[in-house]
């Protein structure tokens, strides 16, 4: 799959508390956004004690 580019409005931005699927880390939970639409990042919660953060366009996170 292509990457994605996501835009705050754009309704295909996972929302903040949905769930979402990572092929190396599973499901989590999206807990934040950071930084400008080109190069934003998301942090998602896989249950351990350290959230993940990922470029968003490169994560490849799919919704649950």
Known sequence: APPHSYDFDDPS?????SKVK???YGVGTVVG????ASDRKVTVDFGGN???????????????
Not at 13 to 17: I, N, R, S, W
Not at 51 to 64: D, M, S, Y
């Open 13 to 17: 931005l996972p929302k903040v508390g």
């Open 33 to 36: 956004y950071e930084g400008a």
């Open 22 to 24: 990572h092929l190396t």
């Open 50 to 64: 350290i959230p993940k953060k990922f470029i968003l366009k490169f994560a490849n996170l799919q919704r649950c």
